[in-house]
């Protein structure tokens, strides 16, 4: 009876020291007498007790990493404080196993050194601007060394750079500098825009203006030359009834009537708007000043 207690004692300690569950993202070094015999995937695994061990544990999921703040000197030698978070990947459990006796301190202390290495090349300005250059900077550097651990270095990010409060406050002032430079240039350039805005309306006004009176002056020699062109049609016209009134019978009697009407009525005139009337010696000169017209007034029948 005792024999068979201590058989059941040994079945079920080989039992459970014969079978290994792994759970998934997990794998599991299997070390034979000591040296490394298999990789346990996760699952079902079966072992040969006593002569079988589980070495080590490793996580295959991505792991964050806090990597300690640390003060860098940049090119100008400005001291600034930087911290960041590495992200790394565990792809080769045997060289994670066997590779680095700690490979999340290796991991740490090459960050900080990368990081100060990369730092001490941009002066304190390029920094702030170039966050995704260090990133990137850190990463290519701790991948290539991480190989030879099995993990896999994914990304770095920094979370805060810090300079001295003297550099910040001087770059505070340079800031509030920046920004009123720039408010004074667009303001100059508002109040210049502005003068140029009144001068252009100016010259389109005073071209509109020039424009009207240009219009206006035409509009005035057209209507003079018109009145003109109407007057000597007018007349002309007058004369050709004139002068087809003279062809009748009777008209150049007519026309010496009126030529002696208005040359009395000239004398008239003379008399009554001046005091003193000048008359010819001898009035026959009327008479033949009359037949002189009468005579022009034929020979141009």
């Known amino acids: 009876m005792e024999i068979a207690i201590i058989l059941a ?10 079978i290994k569950i792994v759970p998934q993202q997990n794998a599991w070094i299997l070390e034979r007498l000591g040296r490394y015999h298999s990789t346990l995937q996760p699952g079902l695994n079966i072992i040969i007790p006593f002569i079988d061990s589980v070495a080590y544990k490793h996580s295959l999921k991505e792991i964050p990493l806090d990597v300690p703040s640390q003060v860098c000197i940049t090119k100008d ?6 911290d960041g978070v590495l992200y790394f990947q565990v792809t080769d459990a045997m060289r994670a196993s066997y590779g680095s006796s700690n490979y ?8 900080q050194t990368t990081l100060r290495s990369v730092v001490g090349k941009l002066e304190l300005d390029k920094t702030f601007e170039e966050r995704e250059f260090i990133n990137h900077s850190v990463v290519n550097a701790l991948d290539e060394a991480a190989a030879t651990w099995g993990v896999k270095v994914l990304r ?9 409060t003297e550099i910040l406050h001087a770059m505070q002032r340079q800031i509030t500098a920046e920004r009123e430079k720039r408010a004074v240039i667009a303001k100059s350039e508002g109040e210049r825009q502005q003068q140029i805005n009144l001068a252009e309306g100016e010259r389109q006004a005073f071209i509109a203006r020039s424009e009207g009176e240009k219009q206006a002056a035409i509009n005035t020699a057209q209507g003079e030359a018109a009145a003109i062109e109407a007057v000597a049609n007018a007349t002309a016209h007058a004369l050709e009834v004139v002068a087809a009134a003279i062809q009748k019978p009777g008209g150049s009697e007519a026309v010496q009537l009126k030529v002696a009407q208005q040359g009395l009525d000239a004398y008239a005139g003379l008399a009554k708007s001046s005091t003193t009337l000048v008359v010819p010696n001898d009035m026959s000169q009327a008479a033949g000043l009359i037949a002189s017209a009468m005579t022009v007034l034929k020979k141009t029948q």
């Open 77 to 82: 030698n400005t001291q600034l404080t930087v």
């Open 104 to 111: 999340i301190v290796a991991i740490t202390q090459l960050a």
């Open 156 to 164: 770095y990010e920094i979370k805060d750079l810090t300079p001295p």
């Open 9 to 18: 004692i040994i079945a079920v300690l080989f039992v459970s020291r014969g």
